[in-house]
């Protein structure tokens, strides 16, 4: 069975740092597009960053130069290392896996989310 | 503002049918993707490419696309399929992330 399990949220103040970590089962990330996505409360969905298999990393603009996605084969696990956190960017993140159909990268599993509050 | 418009907000009663739509430059030349979301619960895929569904994905639910719009018919809604639905298909603005529309609270009443 196919599953995403984000960990690592939390409060933090503004400037401060945050790790998070999507751990997979069923399937092996390294072989697959993987994504965060996250979703402010009471607001819509933002895609943050995408990691391709040929370990090729892009980012929205909004997080661009603060936020890194990267991932650890061995452990089959998803990051993304969060600085320099806004209040802005309290949501709730999603790890997600991607597929790609005729130039169109969908999203087929999602974890559960992870709750980060940026506040002081 | 997003580069995939949706409606906020659309009702329907019990057992008719009812489109939600998305509306795009980028729908012009590629497919939407459709998710599900229930309160406090992660999105869910229920229609991707030309209406494919998942397994599991009931057949009331299909999508269609017609110029700069793509559509998520449910055809004899239940109270099961109120939910947020978003579309997501790939931006104008880059080639690597997609862009989400900004979500239709669908009410079944």
Not at chain 1, 20 to 46: D, I
Not at chain 1, 102 to 116: H, M, S
Request: proline share 3%; aromatic share 10%.
């Amino acid at each position: 069975e196919v599953q995403l399990v984000e960990t690592g949220g939390g409060l933090i103040q503004p400037g401060g740092s945050l790790r998070l970590s999507c751990v997979a089962s069923g399937f092996t990330v390294n072989s697959y597009y993987m994504s965060w996505v996250r979703q402010a409360p009471g607001k819509g969905l933002e895609w943050v960053s995408i990691i391709y298999p040929n370990n090729s990393t892009y980012y929205a603009d909004s997080v661009k130069g603060r936020f890194t996605i990267s991932r650890d084969n061995s452990k089959n696990t998803l990051y993304l290392q969060m600085n320099t956190l806004r209040a802005e960017d309290t949501a709730v993140f999603y790890c997600g896996r991607n597929l790609m159909v005729q130039g169109v990268t969908y999203f087929d599993q999602w974890g559960q989310g992870t709750l980060v509050t940026v506040s002081s | 503002s997003s580069e995939l418009t949706q409606d906020p907000a659309v009702s329907v009663a019990l057992g008719q049918t009812v489109r939600i739509t998305c509306q795009g430059d980028s729908l012009r030349s590629y497919y939407a993707s459709w998710y599900q979301q229930k309160p406090g619960q992660a999105p869910v895929l229920v229609i991707y490419g030309k209406d494919k569904r998942p397994s599991g994905i009931p057949d009331r639910l299909s999508g269609s696309s017609s110029g700069n719009t793509a559509s998520l018919t449910i055809t004899g809604a239940q109270a099961e399929d109120e939910a947020d639905y978003y579309c997501n298909s790939r931006a104008t603005s880059s080639h690597h992330l997609g862009v989400f529309g900004g979500g239709t609270k669908l009410t079944v009443l």
